[in-house]
């Protein structure tokens, strides 16, 4: 049976400073049970932007609410036009340093599972397998009114024969698989229905404005509440999405450790905050467990 980790835990409200001190987040590992929370700045390395930080894509980019999406053609038009082009970019993302430790980290009983606010795959592309999808997946989408899930590669099929002609040039592409495109560019583009009943398709993620579903949120409770610690992965937890289980881990009194270039909503909670860039930072700690680069079991 394994420990759990011996890092105290205070909860004085003071933040921690920040560190490049790796010990801690290495012996919590190596005593088993982590509970991985990932955001976007485990996906930077792979080529998709980060939301925040210092070139964020939200100081220049504003994500389509639910609301939005639901209740205007239009907007549907351009969301899908400019999430058509983004999926082709979005799509040829691969797995990076730090993908590939956690899985590794899987794959050597270390850690109890991933909830990843993300909603690329890349967890998934790298080899872990106890991934939950708080935000959904890229990878899917469904109909909004017979609820049938279909695969985004073939909704992307579909919408090339449709816009055989699409060929814009984006100013950046968004974590969201979004790209930047003006309201004339998509102006002609032409959106598909559902194959099964003709209704509006929508991708299988969570939208600015919309709840997680709450089957979902009680999964990741219990893992917060089975698991010996929270390991905070490239996220700013600016969003209570992901925030509520840094808070829940620590009223349990269970260690919360953050890896993340600049501060966050959560530093409060946590008994550290490593400064160090997310592929380095996991890889320098699989080497100090000993664990194999190609991440096989020894």
């Known amino acids: ?38 955001g976007a700045g485990i996906s930077t390395e792979s080529g998709i932007p980060d939301y925040r930080g210092e070139h964020g894509s939200l100081s220049r980019h504003t994500p389509m609410t639910y609301q939005e999406f639901t209740a205007s053609a239009r907007a549907r038009r351009r969301y899908w036009g400019r999430s058509h082009l983004g999926w082709r970019t979005f799509g040829r993302a691969r797995p990076n340093h730090g993908h590939r430790a956690l899985a590794a980290f899987e794959r050597h009983g270390l850690i109890a599972g991933v909830i990843t606010q993300n909603v690329d795959g890349l967890h998934q592309a790298a080899g872990s397998e106890g991934v939950v999808e708080l935000h959904g997946s890229l990878e899917r989408v469904v109909c909004l009114s017979c609820h049938d899930r279909s695969p985004r590669r073939e909704l ?5 024969e449709a816009n055989p002609d ?18 004339e560019q998509v102006g002609h583009f032409h959106v598909v229905p559902c194959t099964v009943c003709g209704g509006v398709l929508k991708p299988d993620v969570v939208f600015f404005g919309e709840s997680v579903p709450p089957s979902r949120v009680e999964e990741c409770r219990r893992l917060v509440r089975e698991a010996a610690s929270l390991l905070v992965l490239g996220s700013s937890l600016t969003v209570m999405s992901g925030l509520r289980f840094v808070r829940q881990a620590a009223e349990a009194q269970k260690p919360v450790l953050i890896i993340n270039r600049d501060p966050t909503r959560g530093d409060q909670h946590a008994v550290t905050r490593v400064e160090l860039p997310l592929g380095a930072a996991l890889t320098s700690v699989a080497e100090r467990l000993e664990i194999p680069p190609d991440g096989a079991v020894a």
């Open 1 to 38: 049976m394994r420990m759990r980790p011996t890092l105290s835990w205070t909860p004085t409200g003071d933040l921690p400073p920040g560190t490049v001190d790796l010990g801690p987040v290495t012996e919590a590992l190596r005593a088993g049970g982590v509970l991985v929370l990932s």
């Open 156 to 160: 992307a099929r579909r919408l090339e």
């Open 166 to 183: 699409f060929e814009p040039t984006a100013a950046a592409i968004n974590p969201d698989g979004d790209a930047d495109l003006t309201d």
